[in-house]
């Protein structure tokens, strides 16, 4: 994530004491819903359509005079083409993303009620955080498939048909909780997918999250978070992007992979379904979030995490001699760091060194007064 930043210090963590299978990332694990580090000539240069749609009438027509304006900022040079949705000259494919069925389950008063939609994308990340003063504050961009999406460290993936693929905007005046906000974010999609399955009987489908900003399914990513934000006219534009492994097993699992092993009930997650969810319990988080502060979702959070109780190992330098400490995960600190006690009762806060591709391979610890 952006929001932390590499120090000097020279405290690293080494080894996790136990959920080692939970919590090691490898290059194929974080590509759950990836399968390469660069967008294909062929992708690149193969033109598509971005299509527009409120969900009120005032929605279209804001969607209807930002077509005819051609004021939206895109990055394919030339190589997508604006559309409304009633201006589609043919079918969407079988597997396409189901306009009309994401409306009509969406239920919200804020977020996700403006739309923009393409078969193919290099990124929805970018189409969001370039168009902040063009779209509506909540609105969403989806992808059925993304050849340049944006993740951690500037890596860039390649997304196949089967995930979930989306980014939406935020906008935020206090700038000590936008670290906080990818917790939210987190939290609402795990309860999304516990809405689905309790609404459609279903067996807890018990998606994890593995702080920062990974989500696990069975000790496998099935999905992640990236947030990112620039300051401007005193408040901090936030741009949200989700990525969520449904219907791709490859190369790790997905949703509904795992649905089919615990269940005998002929049911699919189907991603409009899980969008909708998702914004529903969003814009419920985000107005306590907001209004109480994180400490209020926090019982919540910790019950959907990997990580009470944890022990990590903690390797502190001082000058020659290099001393190791053990560790307990006991939940996150005021600004959203991991806060963890020693077994000498030192309470601390640990950091990400900023090099690690896990951030649990290199934690920086701060002791806490």
């Known amino acids: ?101 994401f409306m009509n389950s969406l239920s919200t008063n804020r977020f996700g009620r403006f739309l923009l939609w393409s078969p193919r994308l290099a990124s929805t990340h970018d189409v969001v955080s370039r168009n902040f003063d063009e779209i509506p504050i909540g609105s969403v961009c989806v992808a059925d498939i993304q050849y340049k ?37 987190s939290l609402a999609v795990t309860e999304a997918i516990n809405h689905l399955c309790d609404k459609n009987g279903l067996p807890c489908v018990d998606i994890r ?16 978070v990236l947030c990112t934000s620039t300051y401007k006219s005193n408040k901090f534009n936030v741009s949200v992007g989700i990525g969520l492994n449904v219907d791709n097993e490859k190369p790790t699992t997905c949703l509904n992979t795992f649905l089919k092993e615990v269940s005998s009930l002929d049911y699919k997650f189907r991603r409009e379904d899980i969008l909708a969810a998702f914004f529903c319990k969003f814009e419920k988080f985000y107005d306590i979030f907001i209004n109480q502060g994180f400490e209020a979702l926090e019982k919540l959070y910790y019950k959907t ?19 190791e400490n053990v560790v307990t995960i006991q939940g996150l600190t005021s600004s ?27 934690l920086l610890r701060r002791k806490l007064e």
Not at 210 to 221: F, Q, V
Not at 344 to 355: A, I, R, S, T, Y
């Open 1 to 101: 994530m952006l929001f932390f930043t590499r120090t000097s210090c020279s405290l690293l963590l080494r080894t996790p004491l136990h959920f080692l299978s939970l919590l090691s990332t490898t290059a194929s694990s974080s590509s759950s819903f990836s399968i390469s580090m660069a967008a294909t000539v062929m992708e690149s240069n193969f033109p598509s359509t971005l299509v527009l749609r409120g969900k009120s009438t005032a929605e279209n027509d804001f969607a209807q005079s930002l077509k005819h304006n051609n004021t939206l900022k895109l990055p394919e040079n030339g190589t997508v083409s604006v559309l409304l949705q009633s201006e589609l000259d043919k079918p969407l494919e079988k597997d396409s993303f189901e306009i009309d069925l």
């Open 149 to 185: 999406g944006r993740g951690r460290s500037k890596n860039m993936w390649e997304s196949p048909k089967g995930g979930l693929l989306f980014s939406f905007t935020l906008e935020m005046k206090n700038g000590r909780v936008v670290p906080l906000v990818q917790y939210v974010v």
């Open 209 to 224: 999250i593995k702080w920062p900003n990974d989500l696990y399914l069975n000790g496998l990513k099935v999905g992640g």
């Open 305 to 323: 995490w990997l990580h009470s109780g944890q022990r990590v190992i903690v390797q502190e330098k001082n000058e020659d001699v290099v001393v």
């Open 336 to 362: 959203g760091y991991l806060l963890a006690v020693g077994d000498d009762n030192q309470m601390c806060e640990l950091h990400p060194d900023g090099n690690s591709f896990d951030f649990f391979k290199g």
